[in-house]
């Protein structure tokens, strides 16, 4: 493990687990990853995209809304990433970790953010449902499973179906079968129903 990596594992990635439930660790970790293989095969700084991704949610340290933002401002503000990279490389990657959010209408400024963002997505359909329904619980625990479908469900359609605010900027083969295979769920909506009671009772 480099001093990149140490600092990282070690001061870094441990702050996700304040965080709430599809946001912790594992999540940084899987997007850590994804970015990695996409670096590689787009010809990026792997060390630039590792440390975006692993940066890219600890806005949510402020808040949700704005954490894209916060995400950037805390990375400029990191007081070690400096021995590592130049001021260049720095903007660079906050403007990378802003364009991260799957709700920003214009396409990534450069290849890094569109490799973090593509990471972020992780189109695996059970994931996204049961994230989407661990949200809603986190907003409404006392809500009954019918009213947190209902909100998952409409979430779904304004950002997963067709015409929906999420985009792929890479088109990596891994979120664009997860993302078929999402839709075809949102679909039918009983069917949808039914593997959303099956977390439901999990959660």
Known sequence: MNPLQAYIE????PRYAAFD??????HAESVINESLVLAKEHGADLDMAYTIAAFHDLGLEV???LHHIHSGEILMADPVLPQFFTDEQREIMRDAVEDHRASNKNAPRTIYGAIVAEADRHIDPETILRR???????QNPNADFEWHFE?????????YAEGGYMKLWL?????????????????????????????????
């Open 10 to 13: 070690q001061s870094i990635l």
């Open 21 to 26: 439930k599809g946001h912790q660790r594992d």
């Open 63 to 65: 808040n949700r809304e």
């Open 132 to 138: 989407a329904l661990q949200f809603g619980m986190k």
């Open 151 to 159: 909100r998952a469900y409409q979430h779904m359609l304004e950002k």
């Open 171 to 203: 088109n990596s083969k891994r979120n664009v079968q997860g993302l078929q295979n999402l839709r075809k769920i949102i679909g039918d909506k009983e069917h949808m129903r039914a593997i959303c009671h099956r977390i439901f009772q999990t959660i």
